[in-house]
């Protein structure tokens, strides 16, 4: 995609986010375990088989919501024909049942929701921000960012959940600019007990504070309004909720999109590798074809199951460059792209968009040495090293292990006006789904 001219920040708070508070549609029960039996990772991140497991361990978990047919999220069927969303329908009449039923209960007044996500361990920090309703800004507005490209069938599958089930059923996550009052104010909420707790299978314990006191949502939202932000994770539901807008105009609530805002740098999100797998392509060939464009090296031979062991040391180590290319069990280092190689990212993108590591490795390794198509189905990908190599064996092909991009490079090509290749970043800790939802009338 060609990138568009630079955008400059907020600069009054006009221009800045748009946060309101919502009458929250949470499940009735809050105990932890409860909680853990009827929530669920992002769509985008349940594999058929994660869908099944999460499926049996409630009859009422969020899952059967988000993803009513065991498809994976990027190859949902766009609703077509005289059938045309029936799967989104079965999605809404459940959802409208487990209300009926008062599985799911509706708040009487509307409020923020602090939220702090705690990774075990203690190793990595903990992610602070808050839930509400972000106003979707308007085509000449900066106050929210995207960095990504979309892939339209995953978009259109999106916006047929939302007008069918009129519901947010799980959030976006935006990283806004840094603000010492949303800080003080995050802080403070945090002192009381949590509304809810859960910890997820990951070992992250989420926290969630309902706040509705006047005062502290009047100082929140008018603090929020002087920072801007970029969407780190939700591109697909972002370019959803702006559709289902421009479809339904007058609907009630429409103008806005759940989103857990969080500051960009200390207590916000950190981004994470999402790797490729380019099926039926030998690595002997992918090699010999490379070696035309990089420096190649194979690394030495490990033993079972060490490949990702080797992957994951490559990437947690500092002042590394280029890709590594596996076929599951052997790994090959390439580096130091030739001129023509680097030829083929178009120079007139910004600086910010040609430094990155995954726009090299699609236009320069994966299009131009490869050539190879960039769509779904042409590239799968994987959010975890294992899932890349399972996916190279599985595929007969090979998986590429790209270095992630850092925050403050993301923040640079959103800025710049630029988009990188769909599914570029993967922003962690992810907020939990299910725990809670936004009806468009809130």
């Not at 609907?251 to 590798?273: E, K, N, Q, S, W």
């Not at 270095?403 to 923040?411: E, F, H, L, M, N």
Request: charged share 25%.
């Amino acid at each position: 995609m060609s990138p568009s001219p630079a955008r400059p920040r907020p600069s009054d708070p006009a221009a800045g986010l748009d946060v309101r508070p919502f009458r929250a549609l949470t499940y009735r029960r809050h105990d932890p375990a409860h909680l853990a039996r009827v929530s669920s990772p992002a769509y985008d991140l349940v594999t058929p088989a994660d869908r099944e497991r999460l499926s049996r361990a409630d009859p009422h978990n969020i899952v059967r919501l988000i993803l009513p047919r065991a498809e994976r999220a990027d190859s949902e069927p766009a609703p077509t024909g005289d059938g045309a969303g029936s799967w989104a329908t079965d999605a809404a009449a459940t959802l409208r049942r487990w209300e009926r039923d008062q599985v799911l209960v509706r708040d009487a007044t509307p409020a923020l929701w602090a939220y702090e996500l705690q990774p075990s361990g203690g190793e990595a920090a903990t992610t602070v921000g808050w839930l509400g309703a972000v106003g979707l800004p308007g085509p000449t507005s900066t106050a929210v960012l995207p960095h990504e490209d979309t892939f339209p069938v995953a978009v259109e599958g999106r916006r047929a959940l939302l007008a069918e089930t009129r519901t947010d059923l799980e959030p976006i996550v935006l990283a806004h600019d840094p603000d010492d009052e949303v800080a003080a104010l995050t802080d403070r909420a945090r002192t009381a007990p949590p509304t809810m707790e859960v910890l997820d299978d990951d070992g992250v314990r989420h926290r969630l504070w309902r706040v509705a006191d006047p005062d502290v949502l009047g100082r929140l939202t008018t603090a929020l309004r002087r920072t801007g932000a970029v969407i780190a994770d939700g591109h697909h539901r972002f370019a959803a909720a702006k559709a289902h807008q421009r479809t339904d105009p007058g609907c009630p609530g429409c103008d806005a999109v759940l989103a857990l805002v969080t500051p960009m740098g200390l207590g916000g999100l950190r981004v994470a590798a999402i790797h490729r797998v380019v099926p039926d392509l030998d690595l002997d060939a992918a090699v010999r074809e490379a070696a035309a464009g990089f420096v190649v090296r194979e690394l030495p031979e490990t033993g079972d199951g060490m490949a990702a062991a080797e992957v994951h040391a490559w990437l947690d180590r500092p002042g590394v460059s280029g890709f590594l290319v596996s076929d599951g069990r052997r790994l090959v280092h390439l580096d130091d792209p030739t001129a023509a190689v680097r030829a083929l990212v178009p120079p007139e993108a910004p600086a910010a968009w040609r430094g990155l590591d995954v726009v090299l490795a699609h236009a320069g390794l994966v299009r131009g040495v490869w050539r190879r198509s960039d769509e779904p189905g042409s590239i799968v990908i994987a959010h975890t090293v294992e899932d890349a190599l399972r996916g190279a064996v599985e595929r007969s092909g090979v998986a590429l292990f790209l270095r992630p991009p850092s925050p403050g490079d993301v923040a640079a090509v959103a800025r710049a006006g630029a988009r990188m290749p769909r599914k570029s970043t993967l922003f962690v800790p992810k907020p939990r789904t299910g725990l809670v939802l936004r009806p468009l009338d809130d």
